[in-house]
């Protein structure tokens, strides 16, 4: 099994920023790819960006040129640097792990991000 905590969501204005992190524990694979999802109330979840285990990252393209991840392989941790944050950037954000031949994905608990305008 795989356990993910989430940490450095919070409240903070528009043009602010935050750094959520995401520790990852257990059974883990040294070939996975580690991501952040975001989901407001009402919509569904979105990817926002990911990072494989040899660094190539993916963006949406409502975040490209304002948040950046990255992951330290070393600590099993990713972490996703936000700036100019925007209050349609408030949402619940999880981490996520996928790994396996036959991929699986694992979710921490989400950590709640507030932009407030």
């Known amino acids: 099994q795989v356990q993910l905590v989430e940490s450095g969501g919070g409240l903070v204005q528009a043009g602010g920023s935050l750094r959520l992190s995401c520790a990852a524990s257990?059974?883990?694979?040294?070939?996975?790819?580690m991501g952040w999802y975001r989901q407001a109330p009402g919509e569904q979840r979105e990817l926002v960006a990911s990072i494989t285990h040899h660094g190539s990252t993916n963006y949406a393209e409502f975040v490209k040129g304002r948040f950046t991840i990255s992951r330290d392989n070393a600590k099993n941790t990713v972490y996703l640097q936000m700036n100019s944050l925007k209050p349609e950037d408030t949402a619940v954000y999880y981490c996520?792990?996928?790994?396996?031949?036959?991929?699986?994905?694992?979710w921490g608990q989400g950590t709640q991000v507030t932009v407030s305008s």
């Open positions: 996520n792990l996928r790994q396996g031949v036959i991929p699986v994905a694992y």
């Open positions: 257990g059974s883990i694979s040294s070939i996975n790819t």
